[in-house]
């Protein structure tokens, strides 16, 4: 069974690309040289050239001024994504470089990678340093700004650190002493580090000749951090999964605004929003921000001079929220509109869309109370007609964790917890069909990842069984359980029972009311509660005034 996510023709595994090339010719009578050639004896690049994983481009070299050549390989980075390695060399001078370039987009969020190096094997951690990543090492104070992008190892990466700073240590010698010895402290300490010897020469084997294991510990442990805004750097996992490294960790966060500057995702210039911006997020002063509401009350900051209250949720009504995009920080507004399911409840469907940047969020949240009970409804599903029944799978609007509802499908025993795909109003076509993408980008490594992982067959026969059930090729059984009751699954048949749907509630259990915030929440008489509460608090503060003015005593001194 073949992969079920195509892989780019134009971004190979590096296992693919050796294949294409060993399938390539290697002399000129296996090309057909005599075929390549023109009637006046110049030769042209073969067909052969094009189908080459490696692209050769004639480019000025900028230390000689002569044509050097720039080689490009498009590839595919197991467990990351899809970059560009170049390298440039000129044979007249010897100028080399070598960069790497992310070919995918900006992600919506910043990452920043933390790897512990404890043991020699933690040295060989394969690192993807795209330009705009900053490399920070705590343990030696060492903060390296963003420069060309890098495709190496953390041993090349402190190795290309002890190259750049050891290259003017001749001349801060005589001309600066005290950065001189800074510096050789801290080349001392990398060194170290990396286990070389007292010439700074790497060291692999012993003193008896044996080679050194690659479980054994560094004299001085460290911390390399990697932080990018743009999302596009990466440190390697140990272990086969992100989950068995402990000394691995990956965090997500969203960028501010001078980060998207330097980007090119904000504009410098752009003051209005920038005013907004800081106005929305309670930065600008107490007296300007109340300067703002009064203008904008009088019709000054575009309002029209009414300040009615706001009026009664209807289904025609749309109400807009201002607030902040999360990709660009640029000023957005966040609609939502109420929607009536028949036979159901009310909905709130919120849309999010930032003309900046092109970020776009859909949810869907519940309107109604807190249910009693829980709901748990079964269709079986027999065909294609099933499969565009209207599927809700709401988060709620309350500050509890919201999407409690989990999706079960016991043929192929597919089972997705809560809060696993946030809510959503589709078709229970376009719910499969997302979490077959879900699984198929996030879940299933491809390329020498894909080969080198154990399971990966199992993997793709089940992803193969999730198609079948996607088209109702064969019939299956969806269960939806939702302990607050706010999923819908629809009825053809309403307001009369569906043959192949059944719906059941339930009691909670006390750990669902506890994960739920329910244990703790007192609707009733939580008014003398609080009365309670307010007259003890009073009664603790007369008590301390009383202590405070009370005279002190004073007692007989005695003189040693």
Same mark, same amino acid.
């Given at each position: 069974?073949?992969s079920?996510?195509p892989q780019?023709?134009?971004?190979k595994?590096?296992g693919?690309l050796?294949?294409d090339?060993?399938?390539?010719?290697?002399s000129?009578?296996?090309?057909?040289g005599?075929a390549a050639?023109?009637?006046? #004896?110049t030769?042209t690049?073969d067909?052969g050239d094009e189908?080459?994983?490696?692209?050769e481009i004639?480019?000025?070299?900028?230390?000689?001024?002569?044509?050097?050549?720039?080689?490009m390989l498009?590839?595919t980075i197991?467990?990351?994504?899809?970059?560009?390695?170049?390298?440039f060399r000129c $044979?007249?001078?010897?100028? &080399?470089n070598? =960069?790497v370039?992310?070919a995918?987009?900006?992600?919506?969020q910043g990452t920043?990678?933390t790897?512990k190096?404890?043991?020699?094997e933690?040295?060989?951690?394969?690192?993807?340093?795209s330009p705009? !990543?900053?490399?920070?090492?705590? =343990?030696f /104070?060492?903060?390296?700004?963003p420069?060309? #992008?890098q495709?190496?190892?953390? /041993?090349g990466?402190i190795r290309t650190?002890?190259?750049?700073l050891?290259?003017?240590q001749?001349?801060r010698k005589?001309?600066?002493?005290p950065?001189?010895?800074k510096?050789e402290?801290l080349?001392a300490?990398?060194?170290? &580090?990396?286990l070389?010897?007292?010439?700074? $020469?790497?060291?692999?084997v012993t003193?008896?000749?044996?080679r050194?294991?690659?479980?054994?510990?560094?004299p001085n442990?460290?911390?390399?951090?990697l932080d990018?805004p743009?999302g596009? &750097? @990466?440190?390697?996992?140990?272990g086969?999964?992100?989950?068995h490294?402990?000394? @691995?960790?990956?965090r997500?966060y969203?960028r501010?605004? $001078?980060?998207?500057v330097l980007l090119?995702?904000?504009?410098v210039?752009?003051?209005?929003?920038?005013?907004?911006? %800081?106005q929305r997020? #309670?930065e600008?002063?107490k007296e300007a921000?109340e300067?703002?509401?009064?203008?904008?009350a009088h019709g000054?900051?575009g309002g029209? #001079?009414?300040d009615?209250?706001?009026?009664t949720?209807k289904n025609?009504?749309?109400?807009?929220?201002?607030?902040?995009? +999360?990709?660009?920080s640029?000023?957005?507004?966040?609609?939502?509109k109420?929607v009536s399911?028949?036979?159901?409840?009310?909905?709130f469907?919120? +849309?999010?869309?930032c003309?900046k940047?092109g970020? %776009?969020d859909?949810e869907?949240?519940?309107?109604? !109370?807190i249910?009693?009970k829980?709901?748990k409804i079964t269709?079986?599903?027999?065909?294609? =007609?099933d499969l565009?029944?209207?599927v809700?799978k709401a988060?709620?609007?309350?500050?509890?964790?919201s999407?409690?509802?989990g999706l079960?499908?016991? /043929?192929i025993?597919l089972?997705?917890h809560p809060g696993?795909l946030?809510?959503r109003? +589709?078709?229970?076509?376009?719910?499969?069909?997302?979490?077959h993408? $879900?699984?198929?980008?996030k879940?299933?490594?491809?390329?020498d990842a894909r080969?080198?992982?154990?399971g990966?067959?199992e993997? =793709?026969?089940?992803?193969?069984?999730l198609?079948?059930?996607?088209?109702?090729s064969?019939?299956f059984t969806?269960i939806?359980?939702?302990?607050?009751?706010?999923s819908?699954?629809?009825?053809?048949y309403a307001?009369?029972?569906?043959?192949?749907?059944?719906?059941e509630t339930?009691?909670r259990? @006390?750990d669902?009311?506890?994960e739920?915030g329910?244990?703790d929440?007192?609707?009733?008489?939580? /008014?003398?509660g609080?009365a309670a509460?307010?007259?003890a608090e009073?009664?603790?503060?007369?008590?301390?005034a009383?202590?405070? &003015?009370?005279p002190?005593?004073?007692g007989?001194t005695t003189?040693?």
């Open positions: 069974m073949t079920s996510k780019d023709p134009f971004f595994s590096l693919a050796a294949e090339t060993d399938q390539l010719p290697d000129e009578d296996e090309k057909g005599d050639k023109k009637p006046d #004896g030769t690049a067909d189908d080459r994983p490696m692209q004639e480019s000025l070299c900028m230390n000689c001024g002569q044509q050097g050549t720039t080689r498009l590839t197991p467990y990351f994504r899809e970059v560009i390695i170049m390298s $044979e007249f001078c010897g100028d &080399s070598n =960069e370039m992310p995918g987009q900006i992600r919506d920043l990678y790897a190096i404890l043991k020699r933690d040295l060989s951690r394969q690192i993807v340093k705009t !990543a900053t490399v920070i090492l705590p =343990e /104070e060492l903060t390296i700004p420069k060309r #992008g495709l190496t190892t953390v /041993e990466l650190v002890i190259n750049d050891a290259t003017d001749p001349l005589i001309q600066d002493p950065t001189y010895d510096i402290t080349l300490s990398l060194h170290s &580090s990396l070389d010897d007292a010439e700074g $020469e790497p060291v692999s003193k008896e000749g044996s050194i294991p690659e479980s054994d510990p560094v442990p460290f911390t390399v951090k990018d743009a596009n &750097s @990466w440190i390697e996992f140990i086969g999964s992100m989950a490294d402990s000394k @691995w960790n990956m997500q969203n501010t605004r $001078e980060q998207n090119g995702l904000a504009q210039d752009d003051e209005a929003d920038e005013e907004v911006v %800081r997020r #309670g600008l002063p921000i300067a703002l509401q009064k203008a904008h000054g900051v029209d #001079g009414v009615d209250e706001i009026p949720l025609e009504e749309i109400y807009i929220f201002p607030g902040i995009c +999360s990709s660009c640029a000023p957005l507004d966040t609609m939502m109420r399911i028949p036979y159901f409840q009310d909905i469907i919120m +849309s999010t869309n003309d940047c970020y %776009r859909n869907v949240k519940s309107g109604g !109370a249910s009693e829980g709901k269709l079986k599903v027999e065909d294609t =007609e565009a029944r209207d809700l988060s709620d609007i309350s500050p509890f964790p999407e409690s509802c079960q499908i016991p /043929e025993d089972v997705l696993t946030g809510g109003f +589709s078709t229970l076509e376009g719910l499969l069909t997302q979490v993408e $879900e699984l198929s980008e879940a299933f490594a491809t390329g080969d080198a992982t154990q990966s067959s993997f =793709e026969v089940f992803l193969g069984r198609k079948d059930v996607m088209t109702a064969i019939p969806v939806l359980d939702d302990p607050l009751a706010n819908y699954l629809q009825n053809l307001p009369d029972p569906d043959p192949n749907m059944t719906t339930y009691e259990t @006390w669902q009311n506890e739920l329910l244990n929440m007192k609707v009733e008489g939580y /008014e003398e609080h509460g307010v007259a009073k009664a603790a503060a007369a008590k301390n009383e202590g405070e &003015s009370a002190a005593k004073v007989p003189a040693t």
